[in-house]
C-alpha cells in the first residue's frame, strides 16, 4: 500500500473520532449527564490533527 493511501486513511480515521467523539460529547450534555472524558479527548485528536496539517512530512534525501 503506498504511503500516500496510509496517509489519508491515518487523517480520515482521526478526523472520524474528532467527530464521534464531539457528538457524544453534545448528546451527553443534552441527557445531563456530560462525559467530560470526551471532550478532553476531542482536544487531544484536534491537536494530533493540527500539528499532523501543519508539520511537514519526511522529505527523502
Known amino acids: 500500500m503506498e504511503i500516500r493511501m496510509l496517509r489519508f486513511f ?14 457524544y460529547t453534545i448528546k ?3 441527557e445531563g449527564n456530560p ?5 478532553i479527548m476531542t482536544f ?3 491537536i494530533l490533527l493540527t500539528t499532523n496539517l501543519i508539520k511537514p512530512g ?3 534525501d
Open 10 to 23: 491515518a487523517f480520515a480515521g482521526i478526523v472520524l473520532t474528532l467527530i464521534l467523539s464531539i457528538w
Open 28 to 30: 451527553s450534555y443534552h
Open 44 to 46: 487531544g485528536v484536534a
Open 58 to 60: 519526511r522529505q527523502k
Open 35 to 39: 462525559k467530560w472524558i470526551y471532550l
